[in-house]
């Protein structure tokens, strides 16, 4: 059969008809489907209701909720999962000889590298507290000391086989370290995440300011300050006499009278933020205190004064910063919102000023300004703590200026790469916040580049980069900051309680819900640990 004998075309049919198929081997059958002509397209008219316009809406939206909502505990299920694994296998201690880590440092960076790596290196942590603590958090605690139990956690309840020793590090060597106890630990790896602490500030006696001369600042300014739930009202020391009322802007005032107030008590109590080891302890001396007075308006000072504001009321707060703004280095947005949420709430803000003296309970800034207070809180700049670093074979590697230790691209110390350095004590060249964000950035680096030299393979690099901030306004309002941009409200404090939750998660002891039981630390673990 020829190729034109097959291709035949198909004999004309009705509308409807199905053409007959042949039926030889070399052919497919095909049948073809029409439409009748009687038969009817029949569409849905639209249901132009009050339902399908208002209602329908309102029940898509709970339904996309519900979906986020389930969708969430889904991922939280397995997260909790992960971690309950993880913890798991890190009950299982590997026998075999491993290279010794020391971990400076029991804050964020360091406690993310113990666990991290005391699975598969000889972990040593030396810390000057048994217990890990949120330090974003940690401000709550002088007003609701309870919160101190959510934020602070014993180190040996997450870390199972990291030797974990209660001391302070005077001294670092190129092998070993030296303790304040006269302890000798030696080291393959050394990493450094000492953090920072307040900077240490002395305010002199009004004595002491006068035998300076009448031209030292401030000592010929005899103003007092009275309280007028805004920016500063100043008034001669001589009763009766109104100097200035500027709601807007405060100002240096001269006054005519040369000699201060006398304070009404004999002395305040002065607290430096970062250097109060137990800040629940202070609960007591905040609840006692009638007027308090803030020094610094950076994140510390204006959350700090946020708490105290919403959990005593009746106080009289004062908040002093040396610029012009409060967190000068934020957004406008963010700096008019805290300066507004304060001047609501009745603080009263010295702005572009400072401290300069006390007598007593009464303290004497640059403008002239006399406050008196009877519990002074230090909020100012950061000290990194690099003290162990100044000694005759790393002192060079300090920078003189602000006391950050300098490292390479690998956050290395310049010319040692078996010394890590992490956190508040790295000297970036591109300025960037010392946040837990950023910690955690940089430990992660660490830790695959201890990892990398194990493997002799390619370290990484750190690269800087903008991470953001959550500043807490109380517990019913906040700041969020991200590039420029900037959220205010009640969403930022949630965030700010969500990350706090987040972040702690991990250190929660998640062995007793491991599979098999609860999980003791291995009986033949004969290092030193706190119990």
């Known amino acids: 059969m020829t190729a034109s004998a097959v291709l035949q075309p198909l004999p004309s049919v009705e509308l409807g008809a199905l053409p007959a198929v042949r039926t030889d081997a070399r052919f497919v059958p095909i049948n073809f489907y029409l439409p009748q002509p009687h038969t009817k397209v029949v569409t849905k008219k639209p249901v132009d209701g009050l339902f399908y316009k208002l209602v329908y809406p309102f029940l898509w939206r709970i339904y996309l909720l519900g979906l986020n909502i389930l969708f969430g505990i889904l991922a939280l299920l397995l997260q909790v999962t992960l971690v309950s694994l993880k913890t798991f296998q890190s009950l299982r201690r590997p026998q075999f000889p491993r290279k010794r880590v020391v971990i400076v440092g029991g804050g964020y960076a360091g406690t993310s590298a113990a666990m991290s790596l005391e699975r598969e290196f000889d972990t040593t942590l030396i810390d000057m507290k048994d217990y890990f603590e949120f330090t974003p958090s940690r401000l709550r605690t002088m007003v609701e000391p309870k919160h101190s139990k959510v934020i602070q956690v014993k180190h040996s309840k997450f870390l199972h086989h990291t030797t974990i020793l209660e001391d302070k590090v005077d001294l670092v060597a190129t092998e070993f370290v030296k303790t304040a106890s006269n302890n000798i630990v030696e080291y393959d790896y050394l990493v450094i995440c000492a953090g920072s602490r307040t900077r240490d500030v002395t305010f002199p006696s009004f004595s002491e300011l006068a035998q300076h001369g009448p031209n030292a600042p401030g000592v010929r300014d005899g103003a007092a300050l009275h309280r007028h739930g805004g920016y500063a009202d100043v008034i001669n020391a001589n009763p009766g006499v109104h100097l200035s009322s500027s709601p807007t802007m405060p100002a240096p005032v001269l006054a005519s009278s040369p000699l201060p107030p006398k304070p009404s008590q004999p002395g305040p109590a002065v607290i430096l933020t970062a250097r109060a080891e137990h800040f629940h302890q202070f609960y007591d001396v905040v609840a006692r205190a009638k007027r308090v007075l803030i020094v610094g308006g950076g994140t510390v000072g204006v959350e700090l004064a946020a708490e105290i504001l919403e959990h005593f009321k009746a106080k009289e707060l004062f908040l002093v910063h040396c610029r012009p703004q409060l967190l000068d280095r934020s957004s406008l947005l963010a700096r008019r919102h805290a300066e507004s949420f304060f001047v609501n709430n009745g603080v009263t803000l010295l702005l572009n000023d400072r401290l300069v003296g006390h007598e007593g309970t009464l303290w004497k800034t640059k403008n002239g300004i006399f406050v008196e207070a009877d519990l002074c809180l230090v909020c100012t700049g950061q000290q990194p703590n690099s003290e162990m670093l100044m000694n005759a074979t790393f002192h060079q590697y300090v920078n003189e200026s602000n ?115 609860v999980f003791d630390r291995d009986p033949y673990d004969a290092r030193a640990s706190i119990v």
């Open 403 to 517: 006391g950050l230790v300098k490292v390479n691209e690998h956050l290395q110390l310049q010319d040692h790469p078996n010394i890590f350095v992490a956190g508040d004590l790295t000297d970036i060249p591109e300025e960037e916040e010392k946040l837990c964000q950023t910690a955690g950035h940089e430990i992660n680096v660490v830790i695959s580049n201890i990892r990398r030299r194990e493997r002799h393979q390619e370290l990484i690099k750190y690269t800087p980069s903008a991470c953001p901030m959550v500043v807490s306004l109380g517990k019913y309002d906040g700041i969020f900051t991200y590039r420029g941009w900037t959220l205010i409200g009640l969403i930022p404090a949630a965030m700010k309680e969500f990350i706090e939750w987040k972040e702690l998660v991990f250190y929660w002891d998640w062995s007793k819900w491991a599979p098999g039981g």
